[in-house]
């Protein structure tokens, strides 16, 4: 792969007013900062403004954090929500997983082609079944079983794993678990799902079975993240694939399949390079 070109990523939202832009441009040229990257976007329903940046790394007089202590009064004075991340600094993800290793195997590949830009310190799991797969790559593996009956021992462990891991983003990678509403708190905005439905079509479980029985003539997977509403956190990214009515349950899981790996590396990416940004239960994606 080309050498990466450090940049520095500026996303914010704000209400929207005239100057926003001229305002975040002018302050960039003001100390030499070279845009190599730009969107935006307003939203007429909620009037709110959306923008994404990336900033040429060598073209600024000082670093990230006097980047941040420069901006800020530009932020404050325009009520932002808004970020400063490095394109260089790996973000460390944890996938969980459960005995279906498709989706996780097509992010180790990824990450070992160096396609994903990130560390995966870990990998949790329920099962042990993946374990020889997972610590041939080199990344230690954590059984965690989750008893019925001892649910919040088996998530405090979970919690504790992923704190120890320092762990950026959490990525529950067809993790047939559904996390307590105290975990979903402790991470806003960074526990990824891969659900294997076009939602809101189809939540919960067995969603193949269901579009099988429903009769479909497409079927998908969502990327979202995790709130404590069961599948219903803000969507990251989305695809289908036809079928037809000869289909049997195992080809619409097939097929699915496909879908959800590159659904879920599209939306993990999306997220990894700071393309998203959450208003509500809604998201921007600058792709």
Same mark, same amino acid.
């Given at each position: 792969?080309?050498?990466?070109?450090?940049?520095?990523?500026?996303?914010?939202?704000?209400?929207?007013?005239?100057?926003?832009?001229?305002?975040? !441009?002018?302050?960039?040229?003001?100390?030499?900062? !070279?845009?190599?990257?730009?969107?935006?976007?307003?939203?007429?329903?909620?009037?709110?403004?959306?923008?994404?940046?990336? &900033?040429?790394?060598?073209? $600024?007089?000082?670093?990230?954090?006097? $980047?941040?202590?420069?901006?800020?009064?530009?932020?404050?004075?325009?009520?932002?929500?808004?970020?400063? &991340?490095?394109?260089?600094?790996?973000?460390?993800?944890?996938?969980?997983? !459960?005995?279906?290793?498709?989706? $996780?195997? /097509?992010?180790?590949?990824?990450?070992?082609?160096?396609?994903?830009?990130?560390?995966?310190?870990?990998?949790?799991?329920?099962?042990?079944?993946?374990?020889?797969? @997972?610590?041939?790559?080199?990344?230690?593996?954590?059984?965690?079983?989750?008893?019925?009956?001892?649910?919040?021992?088996?998530? =405090?462990?979970?919690?504790?794993? &992923?704190?120890? =891991?320092?762990?950026?983003?959490? @990525?529950? =990678?067809?993790?047939?678990?559904?996390?307590?509403?105290?975990?979903?708190?402790?991470?806003?905005?960074?526990?990824?799902?891969?659900?294997? !439905?076009?939602?809101?079509?189809?939540?919960? =479980?067995?969603?193949?079975?269901?579009?099988?029985?429903?009769?479909?003539?497409?079927?998908?997977?969502?990327?979202?993240?995790?709130?404590?509403?069961?599948?219903?956190?803000?969507?990251?990214?989305?695809?289908?694939?036809?079928?037809?009515?000869? /289909?049997?349950?195992?080809?619409?899981?097939?097929?699915?399949?496909?879908?959800?790996?590159?659904?879920?590396?599209?939306?993990?990416?999306?997220?990894?390079?700071?393309?998203?940004?959450?208003?509500?239960?809604?998201?921007?994606?600058?792709?």
């Amino acid at each position: 792969m080309s050498e990466r070109r450090p940049r520095y990523r500026l996303t914010f939202a704000c209400p929207d007013r005239v100057g926003i832009v001229a305002a975040v !441009s002018g302050f960039l040229a003001e100390h030499g900062g !070279s845009i190599t990257e730009a969107s935006q976007h307003c939203d007429a329903a909620s009037g709110w403004f959306f923008m994404r940046c990336e &900033i040429d790394a060598a073209t $600024l007089p000082f670093d990230g954090d006097g $980047l941040r202590q420069r901006f800020a009064p530009v932020a404050e004075a325009h009520g932002m929500r808004w970020q400063v &991340i490095d394109n260089i600094t790996p973000r460390r993800v944890v996938p969980l997983v !459960s005995r279906q290793d498709h989706c $996780l195997t /097509d992010l180790l590949y990824r990450w070992r082609s160096g396609e994903l830009l990130a560390e995966i310190p870990c990998v949790l799991s329920n099962h042990e079944d993946l374990r020889a797969y @997972v610590e041939w790559h080199g990344i230690p593996y954590h059984h965690v079983p989750v008893d019925p009956d001892h649910k919040a021992a088996a998530f =405090a462990r979970i919690t504790e794993l &992923i704190d120890q =891991a320092r762990a950026d983003t959490v @990525v529950l =990678a067809r993790y047939m678990q559904i996390l307590p509403p105290e975990v979903c708190a402790r991470y806003p905005g960074r526990i990824i799902n891969i659900h294997h !439905s076009f939602l809101p079509s189809f939540v919960g =479980a067995r969603p193949y079975h269901r579009a099988f029985e429903r009769g479909v003539k497409l079927i998908g997977a969502t990327c979202h993240y995790v709130t404590d509403q069961l599948d219903e956190g803000p969507i990251i990214e989305q695809d289908v694939v036809r079928v037809h009515h000869d /289909d049997t349950v195992d080809d619409l899981i097939r097929l699915g399949r496909d879908v959800e790996r590159t659904v879920l590396a599209r939306g993990l990416r999306y997220h990894l390079e700071d393309r998203v940004l959450i208003h509500g239960n809604k998201t921007i994606v600058f792709d």
